[in-house]
């Protein structure tokens, strides 16, 4: 066996593939950071912020009018009624669930029969923030980048490799790091 060293340098990444990006799919204002520094870990379900949006005021008194119309028609005889209400309760759900709100906050709407002004906001993934563009109390608008969240559960190592060395290196191959700090 022959084996040759390659020594170089090279820089850890974030693996691409493990970034999520979490934006709003409609307007609104932020009421209250929970996630409100870079470097903080987040869990996946866990409350970013809270938002207050008219959009999302109006569609969960729509889903709670539905709903309370609907179990009013439930025992009424009239099945043709009970069916136009349940597609309006699930059309008003399928609203939110379009907009990523969490399910929990349409069951906790139908059981509390209150309707928040300002919503939870979770994360869909876990991982640490990398970078952070919302600041309580600002205005923002659908497809802004709130959060961007990197998992590190695996990095990437970018090393500088001389052309004349490609031809040593292979898809699979056992690699050696160092870092100056660990």
Excluded: C
Aim: cysteine-free; aromatic content about 8%; charged content about 25%.
């Amino acid at each position: 066996d022959v084996q040759q060293r390659i020594r170089t340098v090279g820089t850890v990444e974030y693996d691409e593939s493990r970034l999520t990006d979490i934006s709003l799919k409609f307007d609104g204002w932020i009421e209250e950071l929970h996630v409100d520094e870079t470097g903080f870990l987040v869990q996946r379900d866990q409350v970013l912020l809270e938002l207050y949006s008219p959009d999302l005021v109006s569609t969960q008194q729509e889903d709670l009018t539905a709903f309370d119309h609907h179990q009013r028609l439930k025992g009424s005889g009239h099945p043709d009624a009970v069916q136009a209400t349940q597609r309006l309760v699930d059309a008003s759900a399928q609203r939110l669930a379009y907009w990523d709100i969490n399910p929990k906050h349409v069951r906790d709407l139908e059981t509390s029969r209150t309707v928040l002004r300002a919503l939870p906001i979770h994360s869909p993934e876990s991982g640490y923030v990398i970078e952070k563009n919302v600041v309580a109390g600002t205005f923002m608008r659908a497809g802004h980048l709130l959060y961007r969240l990197a998992n590190l559960d695996v990095v990437w190592v970018l090393a500088d490799i001389y052309e004349y060395e490609l031809p040593m290196v292979s898809v699979g191959q056992e690699v050696e790091v160092s870092l100056a700090y660990l």
